[in-house]
């Protein structure tokens, strides 16, 4: 019985080439946009979720006034990780983050290599556990 179905089918397909060019063509590229879409929204979905608590994990900036223009920046003063947990009730916890680009590590003739780095506080580590 299959192999009688699958005989029509071939058949059929040959018979009618252009159309099943059309037909399988069509949903070749239907299949393909529908995976990468896919792989796009679960690629969106998965940011940010290795942290189990990400509500409570915040970032602070500073924004600064130039000529009546607001400028945020990433750059806080140093102390403000420790005046936080004075001062605001409700902190558990709080680190720093300095990133270091291209430190010159050394050269010669036209190599040059450089590093990327960040440092950060021992406290870093606890704050995705809180």
Known sequence: MFRLNLKIALRNLWKNKGFSLINIGGLAIGLACCLMLMLYVNYEWSYDKQYKNVDNIYFTRLNLKFNGK???????????????MQEIPGVQNTARIVDFNNVKLFSRDQNKFKLKSSYVDPSFVKVPKL
């Not at 607001?70 to 936080?84: D, E, F, S, Y």
């Open 70 to 84: 607001i400028a945020t920046t990433l750059a806080v003063p140093i102390k403000l990780a420790g005046a936080v």
